[in-house]
């Protein structure tokens, strides 16, 4: 019984540690208050930003496609409120890592989001 008991508190422990550690996770990525001003994107990121509160035209195929979010990084919403766009990195084969995330709508998106490594991070675009 004891054991069992001893077992049951060491499960508890583990777990209250597991959710402490997303909570910290996420706390982190929501509470670090990095921020990039529009004029320090670099020129390609500027052009994107400007393209997308005008409504287009995007260059990429996948320009303002559904972003998931999975990585948590940005603050929880709903999905299909998160929109991605490349930012075109120059000597890339490929879309390259850069894009531009924003939330709400389309054209008037509540906040913007940088990424120059591909999801791992990313800064609040402040105009």
């Known amino acids: 019984m004891r054991s ?68 948590r990084l940005l603050p929880a919403q709903k999905r299909g409120y998160y929109r991605e766009y490349t930012v075109k990195t120059p000597g890339a084969r490929n879309r390259g890592a850069r894009r531009i995330v924003c939330g709400g709508s389309a054209t008037k998106p509540d906040a913007c989001f940088y990424t120059a490594d591909h999801y791992a991070s990313f800064r609040k675009i402040v105009p």
Do not use: C, M
């Open 4 to 71: 069992g008991i001893i077992k049951l508190a060491l499960t508890g422990l583990l777990l209250a540690g597991v959710w402490s550690g997303v909570q910290a996770r996420e706390g982190a990525a929501l509470d670090s208050g990095a921020s990039i001003a529009l004029s320090s994107l670099p020129t390609h990121g500027r052009e994107t930003y400007q393209r997308i509160h005008q409504g287009g035209p995007f260059p990429y195929e996948k320009d303002g496609v559904v972003f998931g979010n999975r990585e």
